[in-house]
Structures are given as structure tokens and as C-alpha cells.
T-cell receptor, first 113, second 113 residues
Framework: AQSVTQLDSQVPVFEEAPVELRCNYS??????LFWYVQYPNPGLQLLLK??????LVKGINGFEAEFNKSQTSFHLRKPSVHISDTAEYFCAVIQTGANNLFFGTGTRLTVIP | ETGVTQTPRHLVMGMTNKKSLKCEQH?????MYWYKQSAKKPLELMFVYNFKEQTENNSVPSRFSPECPNSSHLFLHLHTLQPEDSALYLC????????????FGQGTRLTVV
């Protein structure tokens, strides 16, 4: 079975500062990894995904994430955040060939002016 | 706008009421999903439909009854709910149940009183 851990429930950061949101997963088989963002308008939107190939994945809105198989991590980063990045961020994992996305509990990113 | 539309956006219902949530997608996808998002908990997959056939039911109580009349529409019928069922219910779709990326609707905020 897979599981996803987002250690930080809340991350406050000043505008234009860098940010890293941590995600660790556990799985005994190969997986795909995702980061979703949930704005106050509450639908989930895909930020980026890792399926295979380069371990550094670039997504929308200037976000990127790096897949580290040895550390079973998929941390999300942005070099300079904006006020509009304030939202809830969810890491998710799916076993390749399966249909069940497992989500973490989310990290609330608050960008402070 | 992700192409997945949910109605209503907000619903307040009594424990003896019967109501239905509706989800519609015009993306040509064949798989549709219901997720429950409660405060401080990971998103929980409730049901999966692939080509109108239910392929997964994650031990959801029978007071939740899904219906998938065609690949574009998914309903969640609710009856005799409990206050702890109050949550955001998210619908998602994907090309098929083995495709990696799911597109989410904006959700229905359900309050059971």
C-alpha cells in the first residue's frame, strides 16, 4: 500500500522568498507522483507530475519538484513566491497501473506581504 | 476551469433528507471518481467508475449511493446522512482508470444538520 506524508501542515513565507514544501511517500512498487494546488475557489488543479525520465519536473506558476527515489521524496519548490501562491498544496501518489490516488494531508502555504 | 462541473456548489441538508450531487465532464474521459475531503484528513477516494461500470467502492456506507448513467455524468445520491458526513465532495475524471492525471471539479460543500 502507498502512503504520503506532508510533514508541514502550515508554511508561512514572505513574498519573493523561496519556499520548499516537503513530501515523502512510501511504496514497495513504482509510482507516479503529483502535486495539486487548491485555491480558495476549492477545485484541485494539477501543478506538476513525475511519471518517468528526468527527476526534476517543472510545473505551472514557476513551481518545480524533484523526485528522489533513494529518499522517497518529491519536494515542491519555488524560488520566489507571490501573494497569489497562497493556497493548500497536496502531494499525491499512484501506483503505476492502478486507479487510486493517495493524497497527503496538505500543506497550507501563506505568503506574507 | 478544468472541464469538470459539479452542482450544487453548496448544500445544506437535514439528516432525514434525500439529495443528489451531480458531476459532469466534457473532456471525453471514461473514468470518473468521487472523493471526500474532510478537515485535517487526506482526500479519500470513495468510488471509481470506468466506462460506466463501478470498479471500486472504498467501504463507503450505503447512505452514499453513486450512479453513472454514461461516461459524462456521475451522481452521488445521499440519504439519512450524519453530521460527520459534512465535507467537501470532489468529483474527478481521467482518460481511463489507468491514466495518471485526474481533473477535478470545484466540489460541493455539504453540511449535514
Amino acid at each position: 500500500a502507498q502512503s504520503v506524508t506532508q510533514l508541514d501542515s502550515q508554511v508561512p513565507v514572505f513574498e519573493e522568498a523561496p519556499v520548499e514544501l516537503r513530501c515523502n511517500y512510501s511504496s514497495s512498487v513504482s509510482v507516479y507522483l503529483f502535486w495539486y494546488v487548491q485555491y480558495p475557489n476549492p477545485g484541485l488543479q494539477l501543478l506538476l507530475k513525475y511519471l518517468s525520465g528526468s527527476t526534476l519536473v517543472k510545473g505551472i506558476n514557476g513551481f518545480e519538484a524533484e523526485f528522489n527515489k533513494s529518499q522517497t521524496s518529491f519536494h515542491l519548490r519555488k524560488p520566489s513566491v507571490h501573494i497569489s501562491d497562497t493556497a493548500e498544496y497536496f502531494c499525491a501518489v499512484i501506483q503505476t497501473g492502478a486507479n487510486n490516488l493517495f493524497f497527503g494531508t496538505g500543506t497550507r502555504l501563506t505568503v506574507i506581504p | 476551469e478544468t472541464g469538470v462541473t459539479q452542482t450544487p456548489r453548496h448544500l445544506v441538508m437535514g439528516m432525514t433528507n434525500k439529495k443528489s450531487l451531480k458531476c459532469e465532464q466534457h473532456l471525453g474521459h471514461n473514468a470518473m471518481y468521487w472523493y471526500k475531503q474532510s478537515a485535517k484528513k487526506p482526500l479519500e477516494l470513495m468510488f471509481v467508475y470506468n466506462f460506466k461500470e463501478q470498479t471500486e467502492n472504498n467501504s463507503v456506507p450505503s447512505r452514499f449511493s453513486p450512479e453513472c448513467p454514461n461516461s459524462s455524468h456521475l451522481f452521488l445520491h445521499l440519504h439519512t446522512l450524519q453530521p460527520e458526513d459534512s465535507a467537501l465532495y470532489l468529483c474527478a475524471s481521467s482518460q481511463d482508470e489507468e491514466t495518471e492525471e485526474a481533473f477535478f471539479g470545484q466540489g460541493t460543500r455539504l453540511t449535514v444538520v
